[in-house]
């Protein structure tokens, strides 16, 4: 399924390069996720997945485990790969982003200086408080759909978008 919008899109996908690598972890439990509060870096103030910058020599599922561990000091267990997503920023880097989601953890979710943790039924996601691509693809993922979404930003109005689902990774 693909979703765009009407606009022609303003960037060229096949030159683009990221500024950053970055991950996401989504660790779901039943019908509830665990999201966090995010304390400080880029997105702080907002709800999202742990996640964050990939240090080099570390793979992304490296990465997105090592972020959860040290945002919510849990360890993420039964990870599978769900998507990728591409955002061209008007104001920071560019970012190319792995996400992951996982049926179960090890550990007790516990405030960091860098998330506080937040259960929250995957039927009521906080998508006001939430990065607004959120929209287009959290839900269908944590249903267990894979998928790949590209979007251009200006600041935080999203001008361009286009998810596909079903994509084998
Ligand atoms: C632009 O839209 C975004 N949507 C979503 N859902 N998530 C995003 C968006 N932009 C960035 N992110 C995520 C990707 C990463 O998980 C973080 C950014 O990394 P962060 O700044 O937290 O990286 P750290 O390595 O943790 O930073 P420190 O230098 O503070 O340790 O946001």
New binding site residues.
Partial sequence: MVAMSEATCPVNWETWEPG?R???MFIRVGDEVLLIE?Q?????G?V??????I?PGETPLECAIR?TQ??LCVTATGVRKMGE?F?A?SD?PD?H?HVYMADGYEGTPTATP?AIPLWTKVSDLPFER?????RYW?GEMLDGETFCGK?V?DE?TILWREVNFGVTW
Avoid: Q, S, V
């Avoid at 400080?40 to 702080?44: F, L, M, P």
């Fill in positions: 950053m970055a991950t996401l995010k400080r870096g880029i997105g702080a907002k999202n997945g742990p996640g964050g910058k240090d972020e040290e945002e997503l955002f920023m920071m970012i982003c860098e939430m990065w607004d691509d959120d959290l979007f930003f935080e």
